[in-house]
């Protein structure tokens, strides 16, 4: 029936238009996202934070390496705090390019207070230990399959993270290094990790006769 299948073509316009209109939307984050990225990376400052890996893996997205940063947890002595409120991390940078924490406010500072750093309140401060958690977006970073294992074995090495830091203190990380240089890990580094386990089938029990 011509009638009804004009209908039915007339009644499948709008789908597709929002079907578009979603894809645009989409495409428009991404361009955003990926130039506020280039812009951090051009206009930002380079540092390093002297970091320890949590977790070795994701079973859901694969292996990745979870970062916690000297300064993920401060000591304050005064100041209430709230989880997920948003805090600015004053920076000091030594000679080794090492930053530091220097102070923290919960207004974001002047471009004349110097470098910061913008995070994430995630542990508040109890009577008794003036602790306070913070995470600034770069606590996980991804790698190789099964490379997550051998960066758990390199604890005991001095661990950093390179980033850069924007303008408005908001962080990208770009690697990380073990001992000064970046770590690149090799098939060789991990194959152990990423080899199956082999269990030894025990043979069946020996059958005893009945007695008779």
């Keep these: 029936r011509p009638g009804a299948s004009a209908a039915s073509s007339a009644s499948l316009l709008p789908s597709r238009k929002i079907f578009v209109l979603l894809a645009v939307w989409w495409l428009i984050i991404m361009v955003v996202f990926i130039t506020v990225q280039e812009t951090a990376i051009r206009t930002g400052t ?3 934070l002297k970091v320890a890996p949590i977790d070795p893996r994701d079973f859901f997205r694969g292996d990745y390496v979870r970062l916690g940063y000297d300064i993920s947890t401060l000591n304050i002595t ?6 997920g409120e948003r805090v600015y991390v004053l920076l000091a940078v030594g000679d080794d390019d090492v930053a530091s924490a220097a102070g923290l406010t919960k207004v974001r500072p002047s471009a004349d207070d110097g470098l910061f750093i913008r995070g994430t309140v995630t542990e508040t401060p109890d009577s008794w ?3 306070l958690g913070v995470e ?3 606590e996980s970073y991804f790698v190789p399959e099964g490379a997550g294992m051998a960066w758990q ?4 090495s001095d661990l950093t993270a390179r980033v850069i830091v924007g303008r408005d203190g908001r962080v990208i990380l770009r690697e990380l290094l073990v001992n000064g240089t970046v770590w690149k890990p090799s098939p060789e580094d991990y194959a152990d990790a ?3 386990m082999q269990r030894e089938i025990p043979p069946p029990p020996e059958r005893v006769p009945d007695k008779q």
């Excluded at 074995?153 to 005991?156: A, M, P, Q, V, Y």
């Design 78 to 83: 005064e100041g209430d705090f709230t989880y």
């Design 194 to 196: 990423t080899e199956p």
């Design 129 to 131: 230990r003036r602790l």
């Design 46 to 48: 380079q540092v390093l």
């Design 136 to 138: 600034y977006g770069i």
């Design 153 to 156: 074995g390199l604890r005991t």
